[in-house]
């Protein structure tokens, strides 16, 4: 609190000269019993001032206390005892930003939100929030440290800033951190395995080659298939069936996975086996003709006579 000179001498002395120059200079009317002011600033300068009961006092600072006194004085320069009051100014306008966030720091991190959290700014008056901002885009205010980045994309790197904010407006300097949502589920299937082909070929096996498959992620193999029914697995681009009949057509196929297990449609080829060789698949079968290779006239091997040769007769062999 600023304190006005409370020696009222000098005042004395003013009003004494006052009362030597006032006819010809300060005009103050010369009445007995009249009343003059006396006000002491603050400053310790004095000001006399005429007949009146208010005073503006002017050029004090902002958010600054004061004691302002008042005195009368007569016509005859006697001087009262001086009454004070104290006042504080209105405060000064805030100017100042508060200090930028700190200790930024991303957790909680899913697939579609970040949390973040800070250390508090300080400010010569309050802070009194904080801008968020996703990407250099404000996105929100905030009241206090820790934020949650909502509605974000999986597997996607951000920046994450926040900015404090007081009272009259002033903004700090923006703080920024980057932080990666989790990776996405994967729920594409890789693409499906394309020209394939048929390789080799056996009696009871088949061998088929393909192109690579293609993933969002990474194809983990391919499932190979023998008339749509699974065969087996392999991580190669190439598959042996085995265990085929001879003299067979199959569709084999071929699909590609992923680790999440998604599968791809299946890529087919149709395959045909080597044809059957005497005592092979088809020994049940016996040719009657001469040439051996009739296809349309077999008798079952185990199909006993019904009478010993030398009672044969040619129609014997027709059913
Ligand atoms: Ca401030
Ligand atoms: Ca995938």
Not at 51 to 75: E, H, I, K, N, P
Not at 184 to 204: N, R
Not at 219 to 242: C, D, E, I, L
Request: net charge negative.
């Amino acid at each position: 609190m600023k304190q006005f000179d409370p020696e009222l001498c000098s005042l004395i002395d003013e009003v004494d000269a006052l009362r030597h120059t006032r006819d010809d200079t300060w005009q103050i009317p010369r009445v007995e019993g009249e009343m003059l002011y006396q006000i002491a600033l603050s400053s310790g300068a004095k000001k006399i001032v005429e007949v009146g009961t208010s005073y503006g006092f002017s050029g004090l600072s902002c958010g600054t206390g004061y004691t302002l006194g008042v005195a009368a004085v007569d016509a005859a320069g006697n001087v009262s005892g001086t009454a004070t009051t104290t006042v504080t100014t209105v405060a000064c306008p805030d100017t100042s930003a508060p200090s930028v966030p700190t200790g930024l720091a991303a957790s909680l991190v899913t697939q579609t939100a970040v949390t973040l959290s800070w250390s508090p700014s300080i400010d010569n008056v309050g802070v009194t929030g904080y801008r968020m901002f996703q990407n250099g885009t404000q996105i929100a205010t905030w009241l206090a440290p820790g934020y949650i980045f909502g509605g974000l994309s999986c597997g996607t790197t951000y920046t994450l800033g926040v900015a404090a904010v007081d009272g009259a407006g002033n903004v700090s300097a923006t703080a920024s951190t980057t932080a990666a949502t989790a990776a996405c589920g994967d729920t594409a299937a890789p693409s499906v395995p394309s020209a394939l082909t048929l390789t080799g070929v056996g009696q009871t096996s088949a061998t088929i080659a393909w192109s690579a498959s293609t993933d969002n992620v990474a194809v983990t193999g391919y499932r190979a298939f023998v008339n749509g029914t699974q065969a087996g697995t392999t991580a190669a681009t190439s598959y042996t069936v085995n265990g085929l009949a001879c003299g067979t057509t199959y569709s084999l196929g071929v699909a590609a996975f992923d680790a999440a297990g998604n599968t791809s449609s299946q890529a087919t080829i149709s395959a045909a086996t080597a044809t059957c060789s005497g005592g092979g698949a088809g020994a049940a079968n016996v040719f009657v003709a001469p040439s051996g290779s009739d296809t349309t006239i077999v008798r079952e091997a185990n199909a006993v006579p019904s009478k010993p040769p030398s009672a044969r007769t040619p129609s014997d062999c027709d059913t």
